[in-house]
């Protein structure tokens, strides 16, 4: 009677254990199904909205504080993103977010996407691994005269 109950309970393990494993590769499909939507580069139509948001405005409406009068990213900085195509962690702790309600006006991404300034530039960062999908370079720039 023993060897039946315990196979019986070892049977309900093995049962649970590949419902979890389905769910769990049901859950990645559709993940990645969702990615497939949505291309990794900023949209024309995002773009656009930028665009229009920070040339509509005058030149210190709409900028994060401190951002009007700010340089280009110093040379060693700049050489980095560009050999690494990812974010040193000295420039992680400088970006800033869109202002909100330019970020209302834009499509949604994916939760683990960010759409953030760096310096002039809007770039849209992948947060699992600080690598840069797209960059909309001198935007602030442009639009403040500098």
Not at 2 to 18: E, G, P, R, W, Y
Not at 31 to 59: C, G, Q, T, V
Not at 101 to 128: G, K, M, T
């Amino acid at each position: 009677m023993k060897t039946f109950k315990n196979s019986s309970i070892a049977m309900q393990a093995a049962l649970l254990f590949v419902a979890f494993v389905c769910l769990y590769l049901f859950g990645v499909a559709a993940a990645l199904a969702l990615n497939k939507d949505r291309a990794a580069y900023f949209l024309p139509e995002e773009r656009k909205i930028i665009y229009e948001y920070y040339h509509r405005s005058s030149p210190s409406k709409g900028l994060p504080p401190g951002l009007a009068k700010k340089g280009k990213l110093p040379p060693g900085l700049q050489k980095q993103l560009d050999k690494n195509g990812k974010l040193p962690p000295g420039l992680q702790k400088r970006l800033e977010p869109l202002p909100r309600d330019l970020e209302v006006r834009l499509p949604q991404l994916p939760e683990y996407w960010e759409r953030v300034i760096l310096e002039r530039d809007v770039i849209l960062v992948d947060r699992r691994t600080n690598r840069i999908l797209d960059i909309i370079e001198n935007i602030i720039g442009l639009a403040t005269g500098q």
